[in-house]
């Protein structure tokens, strides 16, 4: 019943049943989910769509050697042209995170570029 949609990058909430979406089988945290997700009608669509709730979801083992998963909903850009806008929202809907790299020999290969800030 619920939905997750991210159509662009506006800051007002614009959602359309015609266009894709993920169902999301979180509840409110009312109701005691931990993984929780506020949905509603919105203006114009018959669908429910969330825009509460938790955005990050992590777990984190701690040791000689840290290891983490996570997920965020959505995905880590906010530029709808970009490839990481909506990279998440099938891990963030079905629960399966992702590994989090904290190492440089884990991060390594999966570097796309590199930025230094003034350069």
Not at 16 to 36: H, I, K, N, R
């Amino acid at each position: 019943m619920n939905r997750f949609q991210r159509l662009n990058d506006s800051i007002a909430p614009h959602f359309d049943d015609g266009q894709g979406s993920a169902a999301v089988p979180f509840t409110s945290a009312q109701w005691g989910s931990l993984a929780s997700f506020g949905a509603k009608t919105w203006p114009g669509t018959k669908r429910y769509y969330g825009t509460s709730g938790n955005s990050f979801v992590a777990i984190v083992e701690f040791g000689p050697r840290v290891k983490a998963m996570a997920v965020m909903a959505g995905g880590q850009s906010g530029d709808p042209r970009s490839p990481h806008f909506g990279d998440q929202i099938a891990r963030y809907a079905s629960g399966r995170l992702r590994p989090v790299y904290f190492y440089p020999d884990e991060l390594a290969p999966h570097i796309e570029r590199r930025y230094r800030p003034g350069g």
